[in-house]
Structures are given as structure tokens and as C-alpha cells.
């Protein structure tokens, strides 16, 4: 099995696989922890709110999986958010994977939260990046970010920097939604892809 996206009652993961479908590459949903652990690559998308989805991934064995795999896995948005260790959303234990806070914005100079549209990526580091991708956009949704920090593999600046990537080990993660990017996201999908 190549491609696993987790299902997980979060939103979203009909984009993942639409923007997989694009680049010619099949991939499953799935909650079946078998089929997970046996894919090629992971991908742990997410819009929702993280008290809930941690509860249901608890409540699944899911959290005691995800930590466990050791392909490559690539967690988008709430994804992201949910391999730091905290979430200031509802006060939230997270997988703790990456040794990372998630803060909520507070909005100054009439910035607006959520944190809506598209915004340039610096600083690339790490597998998932090529050199041109330094200074392009790419589409966010977030009012939750994660603070910069050792494993910051991008930064975005809005109301003030955060990482808009992260890595640990084999685990990757955007907080931009790459399947809703252009060419920019197909790009960082397919560096993904060839991990």
C-alpha cells in the first residue's frame, strides 16, 4: 500500500485525496490500523478543533499508532498542530512527537484570526523543500500556529513569525494546506511522495 490518509472524522481529507489523484498517485482513507502501519508514506490531514480530535484519536488507538510509525508521515493543518505536544485550543494534550507549543493568535494592528489566505514560506529547510520554493505562497486557514523553533523547517509572518513548517524524525508537517497551494503544494506533495 503506498499511500494511507488517516481517517479520522476531521474534514478536509477529500482534497488530500483529489490533490493526490492530480499527480497520478493513488492513496486510501483509512482507520485501519494495519493498513496504516503497512503504507509506504502517511498522511495525517485536519480541519476541526483539537480537544475533539484528540479524544476520538484516543478513543481509536490512533494516537498510540501515529506515534509509532516510522515511514514517512506528513500531518497538514490541525495534523501539524496535533504532532506538537500542546494545544492552547480547549487546553489540549497533543501527540507530543515534535516537542513543539501551538498558541492562539491575538490579533493586533486589525489583523484579522483566522489567519486566511495566502502567505509566503521562508527559511525552507528539509526534505519537503527545494530551493525555489523559498518566498512562495501558499494557502493557510488557522487561527492556532506553532511558535518558531529548532524544528521549524519553514516560517511565515503574520501578526508575527511562525513556523508554517516543522520536522522530527520522519515526521513532517505543514500548517499551510499544500493540496489547496497551486504548483507550489503540488511540488512540496510530490518532494513528500519521494522521501
Request: hydrophobic share 40%.
Amino acid at each position: 500500500m503506498p499511500i494511507a490518509i488517516i481517517d479520522y472524522n476531521a474534514g478536509n481529507v477529500q482534497s488530500v485525496l483529489f490533490a493526490l489523484e492530480r499527480l497520478g498517485v493513488g492513496a486510501v482513507l483509512a482507520d485501519n490500523h494495519d493498513v496504516i502501519r503497512s503504507a509506504d508514506k502517511v498522511i495525517f490531514p485536519g480541519v476541526g478543533e483539537a480537544n475533539t480530535t484528540m479524544a476520538y484519536l484516543k478513543d481509536q488507538g490512533l494516537d498510540r499508532l501515529i506515534r509509532s510509525l516510522t515511514q514517512p508521515v506528513l500531518g497538514i493543518c490541525l495534523g501539524m498542530q496535533l504532532l506538537c505536544e500542546y494545544s492552547e485550543e480547549n487546553d489540549t494534550p497533543c501527540l507530543g512527537i515534535i516537542p513543539q507549543k501551538v498558541k492562539r493568535f491575538r490579533p493586533q494592528a486589525g489583523e484579522k484570526v483566522p489567519h486566511m489566505g495566502w502567505n509566503s514560506i521562508r527559511n525552507l529547510k528539509s526534505g519537503l523543500f527545494t530551493p525555489e520554493l523559498e518566498s512562495n505562497y501558499a494557502y493557510f486557514v488557522h487561527s492556532y500556529y506553532a511558535e518558531v523553533g529548532p524544528y521549524s523547517t519553514a516560517t511565515t509572518d503574520y501578526i508575527h513569525p511562525f513556523s508554517s513548517a516543522l520536522q522530527k524524525d520522519n515526521f513532517y508537517a505543514t500548517q499551510f494546506h499544500p493540496e489547496k497551494s497551486g504548483k507550489v503544494g503540488a511540488q512540496i506533495l510530490t518532494n513528500f511522495l519521494m522521501l
